[in-house]
């Protein structure tokens, strides 16, 4: 084939024609998974929209099986609504959305979520996407929309208003090609782990094979994450540049303040002395050789952390408080770790870690942005931390994911999550995100140790306490024979003494540890005050016994 005949075949290629041959980017590559990619899409975007506008959110899902692998998916939200005029290019364009040019902790961020969703159902079942929106201002508008893959336009199918209906939110209505299952990635378990990392939101969901209904475990919203502008410190070179050129600062030092998070005057100063380049030159015309050089003065310069108002985690509280509400296991103990930055954007981690109790096996959830990742768990730079521990260290067997009834909570929350795909499902292995996520997980593991080897301690004793008590009868009689003491006595005496060391060993196996529901909150009752004063008394009156005891045979 000549060039020419090549440049016949020659064209551009529409992002939907893209993905309409590859929706397996998209998390669209098996039944199952398609009919919880669109639950997820619809239920993240509704989260993000309520709590951008400041709403509790109050969210419905509805999955019904309407034909031979053919299901009617609804979802409504009770937030702001979509504004007529968007309406068709937010569910019929793909790449289209408001999450993309900022950085801001969101679960969305590349605007190309629902209108997947929408091109997914036209192309297994050829229906369009109905949706139903309103802005609180009486009217209600209806619309039928389908993808034209071609230009990737939205294709209006039907349209029209209804007036004088107090409503706001957003109701979304596919009819698509699916697989509704419940096992461990499905949409039952998505719902569950959104409502553990969520706990502000109410989530009715209607399968089908039942209703379940996750009501709200805290009144308030989360901190509202602040939008921020990206940091110095991993900004690349190429980023720089465009920055550089699209810049309205005058000069290099406003560029440097203006532009990026947490850059003073006397810095930006610092910054152009090291780079050698004038502080008052103007950004666009900053040569590329100029542009690498400020790169090499960023790295040397000390620089302030990112601001962490513009992340939002759980807390430690929250945390718990979820995994003790749906796993109800026997310890917990999380850890937050303070925001990091990776290329520039910050991002921090919390890892919760839960024991025993209803845990039977070992379990990792993954969470980004408040979003559950179930798929593609070996691809996952939280599954590669969590392998890479040296469990042994901590008490547990071998590496990889400990054989133990554990459950290992761990939440990344970033103003832009790396995502190894376009379908979201597992977080890239940057290293200083796997640094971040091993030392919190350690020092879980590290608390959890302590608590389980001081468990074992307490184990071992009790049963050295049941063999002493299985002899005390024959014991009492024989001291109280040998001394000439009353045998009521000496029998108080006894009993008393194998309690008081079996309060001492419990204090010295549970200094200090983070036991939230511990077994001595289950089953001792409290202890009298100047108890150690009377542990005193009675081991001398003990020894005393004990030496008369001894006296028949030393005086024979
Ligand atoms: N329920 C909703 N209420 C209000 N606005 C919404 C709703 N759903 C979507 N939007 C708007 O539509 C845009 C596009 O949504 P879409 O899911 O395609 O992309 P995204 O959420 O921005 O990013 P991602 O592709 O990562 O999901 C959003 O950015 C948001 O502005
Ligand atoms: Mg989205």
């Not at 098996?30 to 619809?42: F, S, T, Y």
């Not at 832009?416 to 593991?445: D, G, H, M, N, R």
């Not at 529901?517 to 003990?542: H, K, Y």
Request: glycine share 8%.
């Amino acid at each position: 084939m000549k060039a020419e005949d090549f440049a016949r075949q020659q064209r551009e290629i529409s992002i939907s024609e893209f993905f309409e041959k590859n929706r397996h980017l998209l998390g669209y590559d098996n039944k199952v998974k398609a009919l919880l990619m669109i639950v997820k899409e619809g239920v993240d975007n509704a989260l993000d929209a309520t709590e951008e506008a400041g709403i509790l959110p109050d969210i419905y899902v509805r999955v019904k099986e309407v034909g031979n692998e053919k299901y009617e998916i609804i979802i409504k939200d009770n937030g702001p609504g979509i504004v007529k005029k968007q309406i068709p290019r937010i569910f019929g364009k793909l790449l289209y959305g408001s999450k993309f040019h900022r950085l801001k902790q969101n679960r969305g961020q590349q605007g190309i979520g629902i209108s997947a969703a929408t091109l997914y159902t036209q192309l297994t079942t050829g229906e369009p996407l109905e949706i139903v929106s309103s802005t609180g201002d009486g009217k209600i508008h209806k619309y039928r929309i389908k993808i034209n893959v071609r230009r990737n336009e939205p294709l209006i199918i039907e349209s029209g208003v209804k007036e004088g209906v107090e409503w706001r939110g957003v109701q979304l209505r596919f009819l698509t090609e699916g697989m509704y299952r419940e096992y461990k990635q499905s949409i039952p378990e998505y719902i569950k782990q959104t409502a553990i990392a969520n706990p502000h939101a109410h989530i009715i969901f209607d399968s089908p094979s039942g209703r379940t209904e996750f009501n709200r475990g805290a009144d308030s919203l989360p901190k509202h994450p602040k939008e921020i502008r990206p940091h110095l410190h991993g900004v690349e070179l190429g980023i720089l540049t465009r920055m550089l050129r699209e810049t309205k600062a005058r000069t290099l030092v406003s560029f440097l303040t203006s532009e990026f998070t947490k850059v003073g005057r006397k810095t930006a100063k610092e910054i152009c002395l090291k780079a050698e380049i004038p502080e008052a030159k103007k950004p666009k015309t900053i040569k590329d050789e100029e542009a690498r050089r400020l790169i090499e003065a960023v790295k040397t310069t000390k620089l302030m952390k990112p601001p962490t108002d513009c992340l939002s985690p759980l807390g430690n509280e929250k945390v718990k408080e979820g995994m003790k509400k749906e796993l109800n296991p026997e310890w917990v103990g999380s850890i937050t770790r303070s925001p990091e930055v990776y290329r520039g954007w910050p991002f921090q981690v919390e890892v919760c870690l839960a024991h025993g109790g209803e845990i039977t096996n070992p379990k990792v959830m993954r969470f980004a942005n408040r979003v559950p990742l179930l798929y593609q768990q070996g691809d996952c730079a939280i599954t590669k931390a969590i392998t890479g521990i040296h469990w042994k260290r901590y008490g547990f067997n071998g590496k990889g994911i400990p054989e133990e009834p554990l459950a290992i909570f761990v939440h990344l929350v970033s103003v832009w999550v790396p995502f190894t795909s376009e379908s979201k499902e597992a977080i890239a292995s940057y290293p200083v995100i796997i640094k971040e996520i091993k030392l919190a997980v350690q020092e879980c593991a590290r608390k959890l140790g302590l608590y389980l080897s001081g468990k074992r301690k307490h184990e071992f004793r009790q049963q050295r306490i049941r063999t002493f008590e299985k002899y005390a009868e024959e014991t009492i009689n024989a001291i109280s024979e040998l001394s000439g003491e009353d045998r009521e006595r000496v029998k108080r005496e006894f009993t008393e003494l194998i309690n008081s060391n079996n309060n001492i060993s419990m204090e010295e196996e549970n200094g200090g540890e983070e036991a939230e529901v511990s077994r001595e909150e289950r089953s001792q009752p409290d202890r009298e005050e100047g108890e150690s004063e009377n542990r005193a008394a009675r081991q001398v009156t003990l020894e005393r016994l004990l030496r008369r005891e001894e006296r028949p045979d030393t005086d024979g």
